[in-house]
């Protein structure tokens, strides 16, 4: 490698000889540009000065010039007024010459006293001023006749000047002879001549006034030319230095920079090895000696650069060596512990199912408490597990989302749920709160998101004692299009032990809790939380926590999710307008009572709030007092001073205050609390957390009884036809038609159905999907034909269908839409969603407003007004408490079923009973048909059957043993079918018995 030898530096090469230039090139850079600035300033300097000079020089030839016009005029004048004086003999024309001779005498006395060699400049300037000389030329007078007094065009001016004054005394003696010889009357003829003498030497004089003004108009040309060439070589040669100065030092400067810039170039591409040569000393050659040095260090870097990334390469193969035996053991730690998990799980389910049958049996106490222990012990350690698989899912990159359609509020409230009874061990309040802003219906994994809550719930419950556990649903912003996404917020709030600052930065962590500690006491894998996270963060969103100790956590989730694609987006809006009642909420805690003002406020009802039951009973009081009165009261059960049952039972004690319906708020739900309930007056018993449809329902169930002044319930003026051959199945949906207004009628199976339809006309058909013989779809392919040889439909093939199905399978709704049906409907479905589906599919106008005063909920005919709803009477009311207390049929299915026929005049409930009672009569036999043949399709076929009308009765284990049935059949797990059947048929027995209980007539 070469380098700047020492003696390159001293002495540049091609220097300029000359000390001057050697200066010049060492100079600093800075002190160069002002030295060219300098010799620009100078050029232009000297320009000004000889601009100036110029301007001075001809300022005084033109004082000359306008001096000898005034002399001139005065000697003319002069001789004018001696020729008048000859004439007129006046004494006025004498002294007017007199005063035309004092102008030439002030000029004669300046130029005298400036030939002084020390002239007084005040007198000559005295004497110029009586020369009737401008004052502002005087000065230049006298500055030209000093300093150019012996240029030979003003020394000819000066001489002129001064022969003239010669011939001027001459004209002043001749004018004195004049005078004296015309005062004294002397000789006539001594006057003329005196005269003709005065002429004579005035024609002398016209001629000097002449070369006077020639030889000025000479000086000023001849001063011109001479300036003129004197700035011009002046400038040129000061032009012509700076140039070759300046030339000189940009090329040095240029130079200099030019090979720097080379040397940078050179460096880009990793050229370190030719130094830049040093040409000076100034500012640059610094620079390039600096440059050099950098290139040196440049050079002795990459050499030590070099050696690193041989052994940087040595070590990334050696770690990519490692890594991917890592990943390797990593992907095989992954699929072991999913097929672990797996492999543990059918275990389980067995421990599972087979304690949960052992704890149905005849047990003492000893023994139940044993085996709930197990059961218990059991669900913790599937939950367990179920960790473990989703975690190790992730880890292996096999987790794949499922976006569909739903409702966000419906999500929460069923992880709410599921939950509740956790909440209600610990007696927490459990509570759900939904901003508004929000759509019914959103699009995302609802699985995922609903796992996700689960375990944020969940642990929120965990670790808390006491207090309350909220969530909170919230739109951040809605999108800025109309197909853009909403920015939601899921937050999970409570009041328990709360998380340490320093806990918190690993609280994501895998098998991480917040202290050793905390997992002793609580349990757990640790593996919650990250989970949460690597789901949230798959479906694009973000999670995070605010705690502290003892004061509680809060979990945020956001996530960006789209609009419902479907048609189905309002599905969740409600289908009737609410009536506009008064309503007393009394509840201890502050979060209940804001959810429930809410919700009842958006209802469009006037709410009042109360914190216990002795505010409460006090304010009704007054209420009373002022002839107010209200319409519904929601009631706490646990509340301080006066509880909820406390309270119930002092408004029966007042008449004026018994009247008003109650219906029971609850954390606890047993069968023992809601026949207190009963007992005490209330007409409804809900569960915490409050559920907006089930509220919903409630309230138009209990104000069903009065003509309320809110707004009517719609009604739909539609001919339907329901195929379906679950005889419970067609009691449900046919009552929910009626009392819409529609007109049903029924078919028992698909070609009873297509028979129908070639002998009437239809504006909707609600198809079951399976069915003995021809299924829905068959006969739907049938009907889409059109007429045929073998159908001549009645009803157009362009008809709206809707599929109607028990299976509700993830991809059921896309595969039935894609096979042709206009819409779909899982059983068993609300009055809600069945009325959004007619809004939706009817044509514009069949959905409208029914008369003012029917009752929502009420049936309503064709022809004349309906009979208003009567209140149900006591005896009903006991009877649902008998229901209630039953653990076998579910209360909430029951109600829905009441509410459906208010007034019992169609005998629905009993209706259902019995075909319920009918079909298991009718489906038992064929189902040990077809366990002794092997028949897995009957059996399926039975299971599904059950399961449908099993829900819509309430029987919702019963309905869950018919799900695994049918689901143990599909996935070809038949090991312990025959148990599940035995299990079967120990519960049909079990809900038949509660059913002859609950509608005697039946029995």
Known sequence: MSQVRPSAARHPRAAPPGAARHLLRDLPVARKMVLIVLLFVAVVAALVVLTKLSSDIHSGLRAYVAGEGHWSKAHRDGVHHLEHYVESRSALD????????????????????????????????????????????????????????????????????????????????????????????????????IAASIEQLHRRILPLNDQFSDTLGEASRWITRLLFGLMLVTSSASLLFGLVVANYLMRHINRQIAELRAGALRVADEDFEQAVEVRSSDE??????????????????????????????????????????????????????????HEIRTPMNGVLGMTELLLSTELDTRQRRFAQAVYRSGEGLLEIINDILDFSKIEAGKLELAPTDFSPRALVEDVLELLAPRAQEKRLELSFREHPGLPAALHGDALRLRQVLTNLVANAIKFTEHGEVVVELEALHAPAAAEGPFSVEFSVRDTGIGISAEALPRLFSAFTQASSGMARRYGGTGLGLVIS?????????????????????????????????????????????MPA??????????????VLENLLGAWGMSVTLASDGQQALDLLRRERDAKRHFDLALIDMHMPRLDGFELAHALQAEPALADIKLVMLSSVSSPDEARRAQAAGFLRFINKPVRKAELRQVILGVSSGRATGG????????????????????????????????????????????????????DLVMMDIQMPGMDGIEALGWFRRGPGERFTFVTPPTTPVVAVTANALGGDCERLLGLGFDDYLSKPFRQSQLLAMLSQRLNPGAVVPCAEGVAPGASTKKVGAAAPATPASPASRQAAST?????????????????????????????????????????LPQLDEAMAAGDLHGVRHVAHTLKSSSASIGALKLAALCAEVEAMIRSKEVQRLQERVTQMHREIDSVGKALRALVPQVA
């Not at 030439?104 to 002084?116: C, M, P, Q, V």
């Not at 050696?318 to 053991?329: P, R, S, V």
Request: glycine share 6%; aromatic share 4%; hydrophobic share 45%.
């Open 94 to 193: 004498y002294e007017a010459y007199e005063r035309t001779l004092q102008v030439i005498a002030g000029d004669l006395r300046a130029r005298l006293e400036l030939e002084k060699p020390e002239p007084d400049l005040a007198v000559a300037r005295a004497a110029f001023l009586a020369g009737l000389n401008h004052p502002d030329d005087i000065d230049n007078l006298i500055w030209l006749f000093r300093h150019f007094r012996n240029v030979s065009y003003l020394d000819r001016v000066i001489g002129l000047w001064a022969r003239a004054d010669v011939m001027i005394d001459e004209l002043r003696g001749l004018g004195t002879a004049l005078r004296i010889e015309i005062e004294g009357a002397g000789d006539a003829q001594r006057i003329a001549a």
């Open 284 to 341: 640059l050659g610094r620079l390039a000696s600096t440059f050099n040095h950098m290139m040196a260090r440049l050079r002795q870097h990459r050499s030590e650069i070099e050696a690193g990334a041989r052994e940087l390469q040595h070590a990334t193969t050696a770690a990519q060596a490692l890594a991917l035996q890592a990943e390797t053991a990593s992907q095989a730690k992954s699929q072991f512990m999913a097929t672990m998990s």
């Open 533 to 577: 996270r690597q789901l949230v963060e798959l479906m694009g969103g973000t999670i995070e926590a605010e705690s502290r100790p003892g004061m509680g956590s809060r979990f945020r989730v956001r996530l960006a999710l789209g609009r419902a694609t479907g048609d189905g987006e309002d599905a969740g809006a409600d289908p009737q307008r």
């Open 581 to 594: 009642l008064r309503v007393l909420v009394v509840d201890d805690n502050d979060t209940n009572r804001i």
């Open 711 to 762: 707004a009517p319930a719609p009604r739909v003026d539609a001919h339907i036809l329901v195929v379906e051959d679950n005889p419970v199945n067609q009691e449900v949906i046919a009552q929910m038609l009626r009392n819409f207004g529609c007109r049903v009628q029924l078919a028992a199976s698909a070609l009873e159905g297509l028979r129908a339809l070639c002998e009437k006309r239809f």
């Open 883 to 923: 229901t209630c207390t039953d653990d076998l049929l579910d209360a909430q299915a029951l109600q829905r079923l009441r509410d459906l026929d208010p007034s019992g005049a169609n005998r629905l409930l009993e209706r259902v009973v019995q075909a319920f009672a009918s079909s298991t009569g009718r489906l």
